[in-house]
């Protein structure tokens, strides 16, 4: 299956304006709320109406503006995973799972029963969706989706209301759904480690726009813009101000830094809170003496809150993450620190 979506639609304060294609392939849009990440599904899904543009799905036009086409929901052969589930309240778990099936009503069951037991829902068929767990709420939407045969996945935002235990579990069994499907898929979160766990290729999405859609190491790797480098969850991130000699200056951390890439059209910089390499002394190119400023004790890590010692700069702005295992800052914590960014670790934006 091969998706191309090209439309524009008014929201709010801008005009949503996407294009991409996606072929047998789990294709994510992360960013942040409000951006039209779920707009652009129920677009697709035919839930909203774009003003203007042309989707296609598997060489079958579902919405072209100009030819006038709008193909209605129950045609699209989309399956839709909704935030809240999308229920309905008034059936059973059996009698949600059989409204995605055609045929004929034994046959409609006895279909439904096989998705029953593929999901673990023995025991809770004749539960209404009140009487279930949000897990159990979950397994029987996607049950129902894929009941359906549907010629396209839409997940959105399906762990948002989900404690990080449930949301774990069922991240797990939409991995192996989305393994067994074979078909696109598109998975729509603010989340940048759910979409790189899950997903292949990754549109970054801000104010309705794509900034960036790269392969997923290539996106969290080097990041391009501004907008992607900090839902990819980038901590550290400056001005900078080029310099004659071909360095250039990162203005709020006051450090001089040398990059072996054309620095000609750099606006920021940005650099991993991980990536970091203690070294044993200042001399050296893109090396820091640290003044700590703050120690925090993590559940995993330490985070070491960090200024450059001679930097003019005061206040949170000028302050640097330093992430590292507990057992690394016990050897570093009594000694004085430097701390080196590699050139190679650098993340450049233009924009």
């Known amino acids: 299956m091969a998706l191309y979506v090209d439309i524009e639609k008014k929201l709010g304060d801008f005009i949503m304006r996407v294009k991409f294609e996606a072929a047998d392939e789990i294709f994510a849009i992360l960013g942040a709320s409000g951006c039209g990440k779920s707009m652009t599904l129920k677009c697709i899904a035919g839930i909203e109406r774009p003003d203007r543009g042309r989707i296609v799905l598997d060489r079958k036009v579902l919405f072209d503006s100009e030819k006038h086409i709008d193909v209605p929901v129950k045609k699209r052969k989309v399956g839709y995973l909704f935030q809240d589930f999308a229920l309905f309240p008034n059936m059973t778990v059996l009698q949600n799972i059989c409204c995605g099936i055609r045929g004929k009503r034994e046959e409609r069951r006895k279909a439904a029963k096989e998705f029953i037991k593929r999901f673990y829902l023995e025991g809770v068929e004749d539960h209404y969706p009140w009487q279930l767990s949000g897990g159990q709420k979950q397994r029987v939407a996607m049950a129902r989706m894929l009941a359906a045969e ?172 330093y992430e590292l295992p507990k057992e690394k800052w016990k050897q570093l914590k009594d000694r004085k620190l430097f701390l080196k960014l590699p050139e190679d670790k650098l993340i450049l934006m233009e924009k």
């Open 150 to 321: 549907p010629d396209i996945l839409m997940f959105d935002e399906p762990f948002s209301a989900l404690d990080n235990y449930l949301k774990w579990q069922l991240e797990q069994e939409i991995m192996e759904v989305l393994s067994r499907f074979g078909k696109t898929a598109l998975f729509v979160s603010h989340d940048r480690n759910e979409v790189y766990r899950l997903t292949d290729r990754i549109a970054v999405m801000e104010e309705g726009s794509l900034v960036d859609i790269k392969d997923k190491k290539s996106l969290f790797a080097d990041p391009g813009s501004l907008a992607a480098t900090l839902l990819t969850g980038c901590k550290n991130i400056t001005l900078i101000e080029r310099q004659d000699d071909g360095r250039f200056y990162a203005v709020d951390w006051g450090i001089f830094l040398k990059s072996d890439r054309s620095l000609e059209k750099i606006k920021y910089v940005g650099f991993r809170a991980h990536y970091f390499e203690p070294v044993a002394e200042t001399g050296a190119e893109n090396v820091v003496e640290c003044e700590v400023m703050k120690v925090i004790e993590d559940t995993f890590s330490m985070i070491v809150l960090f200024r450059q010692k001679q930097n003019p700069r005061e206040g949170d702005w000028s302050a640097l993450r």
